[in-house]
């Protein structure tokens, strides 16, 4: 298995040229199934995290996100990235000890968004590029081989003039020390492409998480480094479950487990997967 550095250098690599996919596990079932796939990285979700806790998104408290994150990036031989919302803490000081715990987990990159937790507000812009810049110092003394990922999530909470809006915040926050730039939300080939222009040279995260959007295809060529789908399989799964139970609560049916997997192949990969790691 790679060690931290090793994943770590791959995952900087990674976001020099070409665009890549890193799709989004909850549990260390999901990243080794994903990983078998081929993903060369993944991403940590907040709210599958969240949804396999119990729990809304948001509301999982920092010492069980470590623990979820440290899980998960010990399970993958590939690098992973931590969904670290707003960093846990205002303040800019308290975001660079969460965010060197964080780092501290073996992730291979982290992102550091600009949402007020449990609001539709944004922090202030000023604030929000010092919150990243403290992000960036906490890696830095760590080494600086972590990707710092800053997010603006204007189109997520419906601010008015969401891209005029994000591209100045983002590129704030490049000049604040972020490796990589991501507007969630945005649904327009026009404005990605916009996103894409004002932080150049710097890559950028695109999130597709419905159905019928642009594919991998269109967003490399225009220039987008990387996609993630955020809690889009989580949901995916949660559909499946809810669909079944429902049906056999209401109908006293069964049969949606038409659609499962077989578990003598899950087993059969998960048993591979073990021999593999000496497990």
Not at 27 to 51: E, H
Not at 103 to 108: I, L, P, S
Not at 130 to 154: F, H, K, Q, W
Request: with cysteine.
């Amino acid at each position: 298995m790679p060690t931290v550095a090793e994943k770590r250098r791959t995952f900087r690599a990674l976001h020099e040229k070409g665009c890549f996919v890193l799709p989004n596990p909850w549990d260390v079932g999901t990243a080794r199934y994903l990983q078998r796939l081929g993903f060369k990285a993944l991403a940590t979700t907040s709210s599958g995290a969240a949804w396999s806790m119990g729990r809304a998104d948001g509301t999982v408290p920092l010492d069980d996100t470590l623990a979820h994150i440290r899980l998960l990036a010990e399970a993958a031989d590939v690098p992973v990235n931590a969904d670290f919302g707003d960093g846990f803490t205002a303040q800019p000081e308290g975001v660079a000890a969460n965010v060197a715990r964080a780092v501290a987990t073996g992730v291979a990159g982290l992102s550091i968004e600009d949402q007020i937790p449990g609001t539709s507000d944004l922090y202030d812009a000023a604030l929000a590029a010092e919150r990243v810049a403290a992000a960036r110092r906490a890696i830095d003394a760590a080494g600086g081989d972590t990707i710092l990922v800053a997010r603006s999530e204007c189109y997520l909470t419906g601010h008015p003039g969401p891209l005029k809006e994000a591209t100045s915040r983002l590129r704030r926050f490049a000049e604040a020390g972020a490796d990589c730039l991501y507007a969630p939300g945005v649904r327009t080939l026009d404005d990605v492409a916009a996103i894409v222009a004002a932080v150049a040279p710097q890559p950028v995260n695109v999130l597709i998480g419905w159905p019928g959007g642009p594919t991998v295809a269109e967003l490399a060529g225009l220039g987008v480094r990387r996609i993630s789908v955020g809690g889009a399989l989580a949901r995916m799964a949660w559909g499946a479950f809810i669909g079944a139970a429902e049906d056999i609560a209401a109908a006293g049916r069964f049969d949606a487990f038409a659609g499962g997997a077989a578990g003598r192949d899950l087993d059969g990969f998960f048993g591979s997967d073990a021999a593999r790691r000496g497990l």
